[in-house]
């Protein structure tokens, strides 16, 4: 079991309720990369399945007083990533000394070393009403930069699904190594 494209499967969760406004639940419910062969894919939808009723997630679960009551199981071609990250189209306050921005943390490759809280993230925030990029630090990967074209791509796309969605977002995203977002 291969993705079409011969490149290999990523076995994420979805469950009602795992983001909101009040809580989110990153990192509790397991998502499985680089899968190659139907025995595997078999074995990572069953783990990716069961991370609902895991320790970790009913403890996250109870901490916070909310319940997961089901889930879904998506396989995706895992795109060969150059570089990876989150968007916010609205940065937390306390991060910009109150300018109204949109902040973008990535790192070299894949996400999942970012969103396990396991990478130290570069950092860029644009100023949401002029586009200008006011801050742009290295984490980790200091040797590779998103460049101001990627940065004015990921800045649109995440205007026009704000836009869609009538509100903040938090976009998760990557850029393959031939420069598609």
Not at 124 to 134: A, C, N, S
Not at 167 to 179: C, H, M, R
């Amino acid at each position: 079991a291969t993705a079409a494209d011969g490149m290999p499967i990523a076995v994420r969760s979805s469950a009602i309720g795992e983001d909101s406004a009040a809580h989110s639940f990153a990192g509790q419910l397991d998502s499985i990369l680089g899968i190659h062969g139907a025995e595997r894919l078999n074995e990572a939808v069953a783990k990716v399945w069961a991370s609902l009723r895991s320790v970790r997630s009913l403890h996250y679960q109870q901490r916070r007083g909310v319940s997961l009551d089901s889930m879904g199981v998506i396989l995706q071609s895992q795109v060969n990533a150059r570089h990876a990250g989150v968007m916010f189209t609205r940065a937390p306050v306390e991060v910009t000394n109150g300018r109204a921005a949109i902040i973008i943390e990535y790192c070299n490759g894949l996400g999942e070393r970012l969103v396990a809280g396991e990478a130290d993230p570069a950092r860029v925030l644009i100023d949401l009403r002029t586009g200008e990029i006011f801050s742009h630090v290295d984490g980790e990967d200091a040797g590779s930069r998103l460049n101001d074209s990627d940065i004015a791509a990921l800045v649109e796309q995440g205007m026009r699904l704000e836009q869609d969605f009538g509100e903040p977002l938090d976009i998760e995203w990557a850029i393959d190594t031939g420069g598609k977002l």
